[in-house]
């Protein structure tokens, strides 16, 4: 079919010829299709077809925590992680709490505790602290970048995870919640 193998990432292959670009993301037994030429798409996905079972489900709406949505009139696609937010705010129990303004609090200092009570060490081993700092750091990846600088600063903590890093971690998924109160969250327009 002629696609070439991206070398900067494995999962993606390109086409191009004249002015027709086809670009193909695969993840696990799932493709995604991109194309600037309706005609040609259609052509590839008859041809994959033959070669290959398979469903088209149409219009990309949603693919791994991102949610895609059009302005064809404008030319914009925007990217969010709505869905995404609010399950990892349920999933660390802080769907409640009260949204703030920013990821970063200025007076919250992440250091080493050297004497820890062994009931701080108790509360502390309970909390999926690794598991939340990733969460939070696919999010800054995926469409959230305001929060890479905060969420950079927990990663450095992991292994010394306690009470502050707790709330720390705490207020960045405040700061995401505020984002899903607004109209139009966390929309990043790409043309």
């Known amino acids: 079919m002629g696609f070439k193998w991206c070398p900067s990432d494995n999962s993606i ?3 191009a010829k004249d002015k027709v670009k086809v670009i193909i993301l695969v993840y ?13 798409l259609n052509e590839l996905k008859s041809q994959l077809k033959v070669k290959f079972e398979m469903r ?18 404008k030319h914009q696609i925007y990217l969010s992680q709505r869905k995404h937010t609010l399950d ?9 709490s009260r949204p703030l303004s920013t990821p970063l609090d200025h007076n919250i200092t ?8 062994q009931e701080e060490k108790d509360y502390m081993s309970s909390i999926p602290y690794l598991s939340a700092v990733g969460s939070l750091m696919y999010l800054a990846i995926g469409t959230h970048p305001d929060i890479a ?4 600063l ?16 705490e207020s960045d998924s405040r700061a995401r919640m505020s ?8 929309l990043h327009s790409i043309t």
């Open 88 to 96: 990892i705010l349920r999933r660390f129990n802080h769907e409640h």
């Open 13 to 15: 292959w390109v086409w």
């Open 154 to 169: 927990l990663s450095q903590c992991r292994q010394d995870n306690n009470l502050p890093h707790e709330s720390f971690v």
């Open 149 to 152: 600088f905060a969420v950079g």
């Open 56 to 73: 088209d489900l149409g219009e990309l709406n949603y693919i791994l925590g991102l949610e895609i949505h059009r302005d064809r009139s």
């Open 179 to 186: 984002y899903h109160n607004h109209p139009k969250p966390h």
């Open 110 to 117: 992440l250091s080493k505790v050297k004497d820890m009570s």
């Open 28 to 40: 696990v037994d799932d493709l995604t299709l991109a194309c600037n030429n309706l005609t040609t």
